[in-house]
Structure formats: structure tokens, C-alpha cells
């Protein structure tokens, strides 16, 4: 079954306002998160990683102040994508990775975002 | 940087047939590869993972294999179906200070045909 879960599954909300986007671990505690964005017909992009208790690292040319992330549980990390534009219209996925071993990553079902 | 590359973009096969799917990537410090599917609209499922290690694992009908040195690894999947039909992604994690983070290639957009 599912290990990760997002919600909402999409979202349509008017320019200027934020959205706020869940990414619940639903298995395991998840010390670090990650956050991607998918443009139709492109790969994923890593956007940051989400660290519980701590300040999300974010990647190069991504505005920490306009996609904030809060990652205040072991099971919970949040997106929220701040005075909305249409060009932050995407899928965003999250992902939780394990511990050690593998580092293999587990990914939500994803939210679209679309901005009008 | 690390880049991944998928070859081909897309691909149509009729049911029954056997098909590879390619991804390559430029730096060979990778800690696994992995193979994802994502349907359309959807998140991913993980299909695979290779440790750096292995040369290569299998899954059912699903064999990956894993060639570091040349930075390649090859997706083959046995007697496709139309339940196959996906966009398959081949993801790197880079090893040492990357923070073990994912680079994901474009993907294959695969159709089969009943």
C-alpha cells in the first residue's frame, strides 16, 4: 500500500493567493523529505530537501521565500507556494527517503497545482 | 553535475513483444539507479533499485541491469501488455556530499497495442 501521501491531489487557486501542500510518511518516521516539481511532458526536478527540525536546503534557483517548507514532524513536511503566479501551474511530488541502506525513496501520488 | 539521459523518448510496440529502454548517465559516483513508472497525472512506482554494487536485479517480467563504469543501465521488459503502458523514469543517487539526492532523466513514454 501507499507509504506516502499528499493532499491535496490538485488544487486550483486564484494569482496572488498561497497554497499549502501535505506530505504525510505514513509508514515510517521521516527525518528527510523531498520536494519535486514536474512540468508537463519534462522530468522531475528536485526543488528542496525537507529536514525535520531544521531549515530545508533548497536547490539552486528555487526562491526560499516563495516555496516555503515546513517539516515540524517526523511524519510531516509541508509545501506552501506563496502569492501564486500562473507559472508555478505544476505537479508537485514528495518523496520520503530511508534511512540508511538503499536510500531508496518512496513517492506520494502527487498534487497539480493549477493558477489562474 | 550529473545529467541522465533516456533513450528513446518514446517508444510503440504491439502486445506480446520484448523491448529495452536506455538510460545513461554522465558521472559514475552513484550510489543506486533506480527505475520508476508513472502514469499519467499520477506519482511514481517504484520498480527497481540497483545498488552501485550489483549488476543487476529483476522483478517479475522486469529485468534492470547496471554498468557503472560506463554509466549505462538497460530496463528490459519480457512479453509487454497493454497494462504496461507508461512513461518509465531512470533516477541516479549521487553518492558523497550530495545529500544522496535523485537526478531523474526525461523518461520513455511507452504505448503497447493490444
Known amino acids: 500500500g501507499a507509504v506516502v501521501s499528499q493532499h491535496p491531489s490538485w488544487v486550483i487557486c486564484k494569482s496572488g493567493t498561497s497554497v499549502k501542500i501535505e506530505c504525510r510518511s505514513l509508514?515510517?518516521?521521516?527525518?528527510?523529505m523531498f520536494w519535486y516539481r514536474q512540468f508537463p511532458k519534462q522530468s522531475l526536478m528536485l526543488m528542496a530537501t525537507s529536514n525535520e527540525g531544521s531549515k530545508a536546503t533548497y536547490e539552486q534557483g528555487v526562491e526560499k521565500d516563495k516555496f516555503l517548507i515546513n517539516h515540524a514532524s517526523l511524519t510531516l513536511s509541508t509545501l506552501t507556494v506563496t502569492s501564486a503566479h500562473p507559472e508555478d501551474s505544476s505537479f508537485y511530488i514528495c518523496?520520503?527517503?530511508?534511512?540508511?541502506?538503499?536510500?531508496?525513496?518512496?513517492f506520494g501520488p502527487g498534487t497539480r497545482l493549477t493558477v489562474t | 553535475k550529473q545529467e541522465v539521459t533516456q533513450i528513446p523518448a518514446a517508444l510503440s510496440v504491439p502486445e506480446g513483444e520484448n523491448l529495452v529502454l536506455n538510460c545513461s548517465f554522465t558521472d559514475s559516483a552513484i550510489y543506486n539507479l533506480q527505475w520508476f513508472r508513472q502514469d499519467p497525472g499520477k506519482g511514481l512506482t517504484s520498480l527497481l533499485l540497483?545498488?552501485?554494487?550489483?549488476r543487476e536485479q529483476t522483478s517479475g517480467r522486469l529485468n534492470a541491469s547496471l554498468d557503472k563504469s560506463s554509466g549505462r543501465s538497460t530496463l528490459y521488459i519480457a512479453a509487454s501488455q497493454p497494462g504496461d503502458s507508461a512513461t518509465y523514469l531512470c533516477a541516479v543517487t549521487d553518492s558523497g556530499g550530495s545529500n544522496y539526492k535523485l537526478t531523474f532523466g526525461k523518461g520513455t513514454l511507452l504505448t503497447v497495442n493490444p
Open positions: 509508514d515510517f518516521q521521516a527525518t528527510t
Open positions: 540497483i545498488q552501485s554494487s550489483q
Open positions: 518523496s520520503r527517503r530511508l534511512a540508511g541502506g538503499s536510500y531508496e525513496q518512496y
